[in-house]
């Protein structure tokens, strides 16, 4: 099916007790593996790509790999503008036909994120949907940061959710981005959060989290969880091991093939610990 809004796949999940994966792509390997995992769930899902990973390719040439990747496939998915810095990289996106924004000006003062936030939600169709952050979660991610951590103060969020209007709120609650094995989510801080904000959230820095914690982010009105690490790393990895076991290897198609097979079980797993009751 052509892609859909990210209103859709939010209005679908949250009807259907699901939380939806949002995974990030970069070529053409990490798009075949997601939407193999997708297909094989059949819960709706974000591809995503923030701007550092277009710097490769484009925003249309991302928008066409999926779609076309996408056109026969029957489950519900968003294409997502991860970590929209600026203005300018949410235009491009809404330029692109991108389905799903997030605006981040969580860096920013509390009154310059809410100014920025709110002028994205002007760009953005109420048709699409809308991300935005508050609070700054920590790690690195692509080519920024290491960001400072700054959790989530649930008594700004009332007011900034009535201002921006965003169809789902980034938190920041113990969440790290970057490979962050020892990170674990503040469930009393995400139940204040869940409980202040009329929005649903979306937790990001998957990759780190354990399976007990992305199991239980459903019963606190988290509607998508954003995983990259874990599937970059699965294509890195299947290319040194191809090298290690022969630095003579040239076929690029099988070790491809491999890379899209590793990413596929790391994207399926993923979808599963958020969702345990779906087999
Ligand atoms: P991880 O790389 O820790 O999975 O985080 C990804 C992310 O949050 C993208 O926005």
Request: charged share 20%; hydrophobic share 45%; proline share 5%.
């Amino acid at each position: 099916m052509p892609l859909v809004s990210g209103v859709d796949v939010i209005n679908e999940c949250t009807s259907r007790g699901l939380v939806a994966g949002a995974f990030n792509t970069t070529n053409i390997e990490t798009t075949m593996g997601i939407v193999a995992a997708i297909e094989r769930t059949g819960v709706p899902t974000f591809i995503q790509v923030a701007p550092t990973n277009v710097a490769l390719s484009g925003y249309e040439y991302i928008y066409d790999m999926v779609s076309r990747r996408l056109a026969d496939t029957a489950v519900p998915v968003a294409l997502h503008l991860d970590h929209g810095k600026s203005l300018e990289s949410v235009e491009a996106a809404l330029a692109a036909d991108f389905t799903s924004i997030m605006i981040d000006a969580s860096e920013e003062p509390y009154d310059e994120n809410l100014r920025i936030s709110a002028i994205a939600r002007e760009m953005t169709p109420e048709s699409l949907a809308l991300e935005a952050e508050l609070g700054s979660i920590g790690g690195k991610e692509d080519d920024h940061g290491p960001e400072e951590e700054l959790s989530t103060d649930p008594a700004q969020v009332p007011d900034f959710v009535a201002a921006v209007r965003p169809d789902m709120l980034a938190v920041s609650v113990g969440n790290v981005h970057g490979y962050a094995p020892d990170a674990r989510i503040d469930f009393d801080l995400l139940a204040q959060v869940r409980d202040a904000s009329t929005a649903p959230l979306v937790i990001h820095g998957g990759s780190g989290l354990p399976t007990e914690q992305l199991g239980r982010l459903a019963e606190f009105n988290v509607v998508k969880v954003n995983v990259a690490s874990d599937l970059r790393n699965a294509m890195i990895r299947t290319f040194g091991e191809a090298y290690v076991a022969n630095p003579n290897e040239v076929s690029l198609i099988r070790v491809s093939k491999d890379a899209v097979a590793a990413i596929t079980d790391v994207v399926e797993r993923r979808i599963l610990m958020l969702n345990p009751h779906v087999s």
